[in-house]
């Protein structure tokens, strides 16, 4: 069992940055690959990016590709999502997951895990 916990969320005008962290429980933390996704209101839930067990690997959406980044440390079973120049329509429930296979997976029912979100509003 893992168990996932995110915070960070917040409101932030267009422009501005925010920094997810997701903390984990259990002792196997670097075997899991880690993901992040997003759900909007009335849309379905979206893969962001996602980091392989090790921390080697990444993939990233394009829309966010040069403005997100996403990192481990392995030793804190932590998961981080650093959001750069964040635009209204990253306005979302973020939600970080954890999946066995120990890649960066960008398919949801891949993932075992879930947190249970944290809100992130960009204002324009």
């Known amino acids: 069992q893992v168990q996932l916990v995110e915070s960070g969320g917040g409101l932030v005008q267009a422009g501005g940055s925010l920094r997810l962290s997701c903390a984990a429980s259990g002792r196997t933390f670097s075997r899991y690959g880690m993901g992040w996704f997003r759900q909007a209101p009335g849309k379905e839930r979206e893969f962001v990016t996602a980091?392989?067990?090790?921390?080697?690997?990444?993939d990233y959406r394009d829309s966010v590709k040069g403005r997100f980044t996403v990192s481990r440390d392995n030793p804190k079973n932590t998961v981080y999502l650093q959001m750069n120049s964040l635009k209204p329509e990253d306005t979302a429930v973020y939600y970080c997951a954890a999946t066995y296979t120990g890649w960066a997976v960008r398919t949801r029912t891949r993932y075992e895990y879930w947190g249970q979100g944290t809100q992130v509003t960009v204002s324009s």
């Open positions: 980091i392989t067990g090790s921390g080697s690997g990444t």
